[in-house]
C-alpha cells in the first residue's frame, strides 16, 4: 500500500481562469477576432530552477504517432538523490500552452516540489494535436511524462536560451513509490500529483484511468462528458442526475466559437496553422470535419458523438481509483456543477477517496478573494485545500485534507469587509455529503405571467412563442463581441421568442441549493411535420432561465445558468433539469422563469416552431430545492 500525506501553507499560485473547453471548430466563422492572446515560449525562463524541456513521446492507437511535447521543470536547489522531492504535473486548458501554467508551477516550486508543465498534444510548440483527453492520444502523453519522473530513459532535451537542445539524462531527483495503486513494484514509479484546470482537468482524469502511479488529483472544472459540455439536453433524462439525454442537445455554439478561435490564435502565434475546417490541431484530422459538421447542423454528428464517448469520464471512470479534491465554478456555464456531481459519484462509487469544493467563480475567472490563482494568497480556502490535498498525498502530511463538500454562500460575502479573503472564506459553507436536505418549494405558471406557490389561486392563462433561429453565424457574432471577458452575455428575452412567469415580491428570503426543474407543456402544431421533414433539426428547441428581480426591477440570471432543452416528442410534458444553483433571493424579491425559443449560445432548430403553454395546472410549474439560511 502506498504512503500518504498532506499540504503546507500556500502562497504563490496563479490561476490562468482564461481556460477553456474541449472543445469545437466553430471558429471557422471568427477569423476577425483580434488577437490578444499568449505565444509559446521560446526562450529559457529567469526564473530560478526553472528549465525549458522538450520530450519525445509516442501515442495513439499502438503508440504509433511519435510526438514532441514543449514544457519545462522547475525544480527545487536541495533536490538531489540523496534528497529526493516529490512532483507535480500541471496542465493548462484548451488551446492556450504551457506559459499559462507558470504561476501555478512557480507556487509549488516554492513549496518544496519538481514541478513539470507542458503544452498538451496540439498547443504552444508540442507537435501532433489533441483528441480531447482521450486516454490513447493525451492520456498517453501525459503517461510517458510520468515515465520522465520516475526516471526512465525517455527521450528529453533541455533547450537554451537560444533554442538550442541538449540531450537530458533521466531523473534521479524524484522521490520513488515501492509499488504503484495496483500494488505492482516498478522502477519508473515517482511519488507524482497532477492539478489543472478544463482540458488540463480531463487529461487528469484520463491518464488516471490506466495510469495508477499517479498518487493525487486536484482537476479544476472537468467534464463529466464532452457532450453534455458543448451539446447539452436538460429535457429527456433518464433521471434528474443525468448528464447525458435520450434526445440529442443543442450545439453550445458560444463556447465553441470563442475557444476553436482562441486555438487557432495561438496556433497562429506558433506558425502552426492548421487547414480547413479544422482551426485547431488534432490527432485524428476527420475529427475536425465532424465538429464542425456539428456546430452547423446544431448537434452532435455520430463521430462528434464517438469523440465525446472516448473522452467522458463515464466511459472510464470506473477505473480511476487516485485520489480526487474537484473543484468547480458556481457561475461556471461551460463546465457546471452537473458535471462535478455526477464526477463525484462515479469517484464515490468507486471506492476512491474525493472531496469536492463549489467556488464562486465561472470558467475563466474567480470572485475576489476566492480562488485566485493569478493573485493568490494562503489564506484562500480553496487554495488552501489544493496545498492541503497535494501534502498529505504526496508528503505524508498528517494534515487534515477538509470536509467531503464545501460550497461559498455568495449572498452571506460580507461586501464592506474590506478584507476579501476572510470575507469569502467566512462565507464557504461545509458538509459531510453532496446529497444536502433541501425542502421543495413549488410555484405553478398561472394568468398574467405569474406563478403561485398555492393551488388555489391556479387561473388559466395561453402565452406563445416562436422556436428555432438556430444559426451558427449569431452566435459566431456574438463571440465576437464577447472575446471571453466576464461572463457570455444573456440573450436579451423579447415578446414572441421568449414567455416569462414570476411571483410576487418575496416575504422571506428564499435560498437555493440544489438542481431546480422546470414542467411544462407544448403545444406546437408544426413540430411533428418538421420532425417527419428533418428529423433531430426539426425538433423543437428552447432555453429554460431563471432570473432574480430585485425591488428596482433589475433581472439578475442566476449563477450565469441556462437550461437548453430539445424535444423530440411535444405531445408529451417537458420536464427540464438545471444544473445546481447556489442562490438567495432576498425578501422583496421576485423569482422569474423564462421559456425561450433562441439564445446565442446555442445553436436551436433549424425549423421554425410556434409553441403554445396553456397554464393554470399543478403539473407546469419551477421547483426549486431550498434550505434554510
Avoid at 446544431?298 to 487516485?322: F, M, V
Avoid at 470572485?367 to 484562500?380: E, I, K, N, V, Y
Avoid at 391556479?458 to 444559426?471: E, H, K, T, Y
Wanted: with cysteine; glycine share 10%.
Amino acid at each position: 500500500m502506498r504512503t500518504t500525506r498532506t499540504r503546507r501553507a500556500t502562497r504563490s499560485l496563479r490561476r490562468r481562469r482564461a481556460t477553456a473547453v474541449t472543445g469545437a471548430t466553430t471558429a471557422l466563422l471568427l477569423g476577425l477576432l483580434p488577437a490578444a492572446t499568449a505565444t509559446s515560449n521560446t526562450t529559457t525562463d529567469d526564473t530560478a530552477g526553472m528549465q525549458r524541456m522538450h520530450w519525445v513521446v509516442n501515442v495513439g492507437p499502438g503508440r504509433a504517432t511519435q510526438c514532441t511535447i514543449d514544457g519545462a521543470m522547475y525544480v527545487p536547489a536541495d533536490a538531489s538523490p540523496s534528497h529526493p522531492v516529490p512532483a507535480i504535473i500541471v496542465a493548462h486548458g484548451f488551446g492556450l500552452n504551457y506559459t499559462f501554467s507558470e504561476g501555478m508551477a512557480e507556487y509549488f516550486y516554492q513549496h518544496d516540489y519538481a514541478v513539470l508543465v507542458y503544452s498538451h498534444l496540439g498547443s504552444g510548440d508540442s507537435t501532433c494535436g489533441t483528441n480531447f483527453a482521450d486516454p490513447q492520444w493525451d492520456g498517453a502523453a501525459a503517461s510517458q511524462l510520468i515515465d520522465y519522473l520516475g526516471g526512465d530513459p525517455v527521450t528529453a532535451s533541455s533547450i537554451d536560451s537560444s533554442g538550442n537542445a541538449t540531450p537530458a539524462p533521466p531523473r534521479t531527483d524524484i522521490v520513488h513509490d515501492a509499488v504503484d495503486h495496483d500494488g505492482i513494484a516498478r522502477r519508473d514509479d515517482p511519488r507524482v500529483g497532477m492539478f489543472g484546470e478544463s482540458l488540463g482537468a480531463g487529461v487528469q482524469l484520463s491518464v488516471a484511468s490506466f495510469d495508477h502511479r499517479l498518487d493525487a488529483l486536484v482537476p479544476s472544472g472537468s467534464w463529466n462528458t464532452i457532450q453534455y459540455s458543448i451539446a447539452p439536453n436538460d429535457a429527456d433524462l433518464a433521471s434528474d442526475s443525468d448528464t447525458v439525454s435520450k434526445t440529442p442537445g443543442t450545439f453550445k455554439e458560444s463556447w465553441a466559437s470563442a475557444f476553436g478561435l482562441l486555438s487557432f490564435l495561438n496556433s497562429v502565434g506558433n506558425q502552426q496553422v492548421p487547414s480547413l475546417p479544422c482551426l485547431i490541431k488534432t490527432a485524428v484530422p476527420a475529427m475536425c470535419q465532424d465538429l464542425f459538421d456539428s456546430a452547423v447542423q446544431g448537434y452532435l454528428t455520430p463521430g462528434a458523438q464517438q469523440i465525446a464517448d472516448n473522452s467522458a469520464i463515464g466511459t472510464y471512470g470506473s477505473k480511476i481509483i487516485t485520489p480526487s479534491l474537484l473543484l468547480y465554478g458556481e457561475q461556471d456555464d461551460l463546465m457546471t456543477l452537473k458535471d462535478g456531481i455526477a464526477d463525484y459519484r462515479q469517484l464515490k462509487a468507486n471506492g476512491t477517496p474525493v472531496k469536492m469544493i463549489w467556488n464562486g467563480g465561472d470558467h475563466l475567472s474567480g470572485l475576489d478573494g476566492d480562488a485566485s490563482f493569478t493573485a493568490p494568497d494562503q489564506r484562500m480556502y480553496e487554495i488552501g485545500q489544493i496545498t492541503d490535498w497535494f501534502d498529505h498525498y504526496l508528503k505524508d502530511s498528517s494534515v487534515d485534507t477538509g470536509p467531503s463538500f464545501a460550497y461559498v454562500k455568495q449572498w452571506a460575502i460580507d461586501k464592506n469587509n474590506p478584507d476579501k479573503i476572510a470575507a469569502v472564506n467566512a462565507a464557504y459553507q461545509a458538509g459531510d455529503t453532496i446529497d444536502l436536505p433541501t425542502v421543495k418549494h413549488e410555484w405553478y405558471l398561472s394568468a398574467g405571467g405569474t406563478l403561485v406557490d398555492d393551488p388555489k389561486a391556479l387561473a388559466p392563462d395561453i402565452q406563445a412563442f416562436v422556436s428555432g433561429w438556430g444559426d451558427i453565424a449569431a452566435a459566431a457574432v456574438a463571440s465576437v463581441v464577447w472575446q471571453g471577458h466576464g461572463p457570455y452575455p444573456d440573450t436579451p428575452n423579447l415578446g414572441g421568442i421568449a414567455t416569462q412567469w414570476q411571483t410576487p415580491a418575496l416575504t422571506a428570503p428564499v435560498t437555493v441549493v440544489g438542481e431546480p426543474t422546470v414542467d411544462v407543456n407544448l403545444i406546437s402544431p408544426s413540430a411533428a411535420g418538421n420532425i417527419a421533414a428533418d428529423g433531430v433539426a426539426g425538433m423543437d428547441t428552447g432555453v429554460a432561465k431563471i432570473y432574480d428581480i430585485d425591488a428596482h426591477g433589475n433581472a439578475t440570471l442566476v449563477n450565469q445558468q441556462t437550461a437548453p432543452f430539445r424535444v423530440s416528442d411535444v405531445t408529451k410534458p417537458v420536464h427540464i433539469v438545471f444544473s445546481p444553483l447556489t442562490w438567495q433571493f432576498k425578501a422583496g424579491d421576485k423569482i422569474q422563469i423564462v421559456i425561450s425559443g433562441f439564445d446565442l449560445k446555442y445553436a436551436g432548430s433549424k425549423d421554425v416552431n410556434t409553441n403554445v403553454i396553456i397554464s393554470g395546472s399543478t403539473l407546469q410549474g419551477l421547483t426549486l430545492p431550498t434550505i434554510s439560511g
